[in-house]
């Protein structure tokens, strides 16, 4: 069980800093941009919202299975295929949790407005220093949004990393699979105290992003 948790916590956190430094980009550039371009892209970046996790990992194993173009690619640049690896858990968990990260940090960019970006412009502040001392303060509460909810959707994750990651101890096996696993072999006991966990975890995160909120709001107000 300790192996279980510690990869679910690795593959999490992993995730999470994966889809911050790609998905801050991503949701500023859907914030800010015009066109039908942009609404194609925000379509497949929520996909995953409404996609059964097991036609994503079904689709994601074709694609990184060595008889693919691209995972022969990747099987030549990793020294082997990603299917069924740690390495293509984190493939599938980064396209999975994408717009728990984006959607939060989009609503939060476009809050902004353009008023705070003037201001820069008119004290001769360069695109980059304007996003990084204006647009990323403003937006701590997007990012932590972002975060954890990000954090919390890679914990329970289960159709996507069985369908590309299998069922491998030590390798790809996290807790939800675990559960399944317990549940499998009739050992209740075990899934209860991993199931238990999550629920408490999971209800704790939700209570804490509420608190934020609701300090947020009042120190906007003030």
């Known amino acids: 069980m300790l192996d279980a948790i510690l990869l679910t916590l690795k593959l999490a956190t992993l995730t999470t800093i994966i889809l911050l430094l790609l998905g801050t980009p991503l949701a500023w550039w859907l914030a800010r941009s015009r066109g039908l371009f942009k609404d194609i892209i925000a379509t497949l970046v929520s996909m995953p919202l409404v996609l059964p996790p097991t036609v994503l990992g079904f689709y994601l194993l074709i694609t990184l299975g060595p008889d693919s173009p691209l995972g022969q690619l990747l099987s030549s640049l990793f020294g082997g295929p990603l299917t069924f690896t740690f390495g293509g858990l984190v493939i599938g968990s980064v396209i999975f949790s994408l717009p728990f990260m984006v959607q939060p940090l989009r609503n939060t960019f476009e809050s902004i407005g353009t008023r705070p970006l003037e201001v820069a412009a008119t004290l001769r502040a360069s695109p980059l220093d304007t996003f990084f001392s204006v ?23 289960f159709g996507v990393v069985l369908m590309i990651g299998g069922n ?25 105290l991993i199931a238990g966990g999550m629920l408490c975890f999971s209800f704790i995160v939700i209570l804490a992003m509420t608190l934020l909120e609701r300090n947020s709001r009042k120190g906007r107000e003030l």
């Open 168 to 192: 491998i101890p030590g390798e790809t096996k996290v807790l939800s699979i675990a559960i399944y696993d317990y549940v499998e072999s009739l050992e209740w006991a075990q899934a209860h």
């Open 135 to 157: 647009v990323l303060p403003l937006s701590r509460h997007g990012l932590l949004t972002g975060s954890i909810m990000t954090f919390v959707h890679t914990l329970g994750e």
